[in-house]
């Protein structure tokens, strides 16, 4: 009997820069667990899956609205705060640092962003959060599919040192898109290949302005890695047009988990 592809689960990652005053932007990475079934002991920017807390709180807010983009949002937020203990989208900035621990315990602890953000008087704008990119493997892909959207989020002053979650995150580590593709070339640090090509992406920018715009000039379509045979054999692609500088890699050399 041949099996029914899985319904690709919503999800969503936050992009997460900052101001370099050496140059380019550096970009919030974080090392997931070896013990991780997807992208074990990879780099990745910070995320994961949307709940249905949040899929209600997208139809409190704006019931009329796109849903499935700001259910996104508000995961994209979560995550980041359960994860990195960053507070993204603060209406109040200034609030940030000191409320980024209590709800980050009360997230950690099954609380909602919305019912924990209400506690505590906290409003967010997630208008804050810039559309980037949006993947998602085939139907064909044999494992557990992500619907990913991206989002770029512009970090202000971030107090301390960011500490990350001990579960699934082992590593929290700020550096320029460049610097993590010399760091896996190097073979130091492993990325998968959505990875890759979004940094490469990332690269392009030299500031901050840089990136918004460019952000802004590229629509964002839905991205699925197409398998295609050439004379030297397979490639991983994924379509010209969207802002990528490569779009094509050897299947063989293409790390996808």
């Known amino acids: 009997m041949t099996s029914q592809p899985q319904s690709a689960r919503p999800a969503a990652t936050a992009v997460v820069a900052r101001h370099n005053p050496s140059g380019a932007p550096h970009f919030l990475m974080q090392e997931r667990a070896e013990s ?15 709940d249905k807390a949040d899929q209600d709180h997208a139809v409190r807010i704006a019931p009329q609205g796109d849903i499935e983009d700001l259910a996104a949002r508000i995961a994209v937020v979560r995550e980041t705060i359960e994860e990195c203990g960053l507070v993204l989208g603060l209406v109040d900035e200034a609030r940030a640092a000191e409320a980024a621990p209590a709800l980050r315990r009360a997230l950690k602890n099954g609380a909602s962003l919305a019912s924990v953000a209400n506690s505590m008087g906290l409003a967010f704008d997630f208008d804050r959060l810039i559309p980037f990119a949006r993947w998602c493997p085939p139907s064909t892909t044999p494992h557990r599919r992500y619907d990913t959207r991206f989002y770029i989020a512009i970090a202000g002053h971030v107090p301390g040192e960011l500490t990350p979650d001990g579960g699934e995150t082992t590593r929290l580590v700020w550096h320029t898109a460049q610097e993590v593709l010399d760091e896996a070339d190097a073979r130091r640090v492993k990325i998968i290949f959505p990875t890759r090509r979004n940094l490469e992406r990332l690269a392009q920018c030299e500031s901050i302005a840089a990136l918004v715009a460019h952000a802004q000039a ?40």
Not at 244 to 257: I, K, L, W
Request: proline share 9%; hydrophobic share 40%.
């Open 218 to 257: 590229h629509q964002v379509r839905l991205i699925e890695p197409r398998v295609e045979t050439r004379a030297d054999g397979d490639y991983l692609c994924i379509p010209e047009g969207l802002g990528y500088p490569v779009t094509s890699e050897p299947f063989s050399t293409a790390s996808r988990a």
């Open 36 to 50: 991780m079934t997807f992208a074990g002991g990879a780099m990745v920017f910070p995320g994961g899956a949307v």
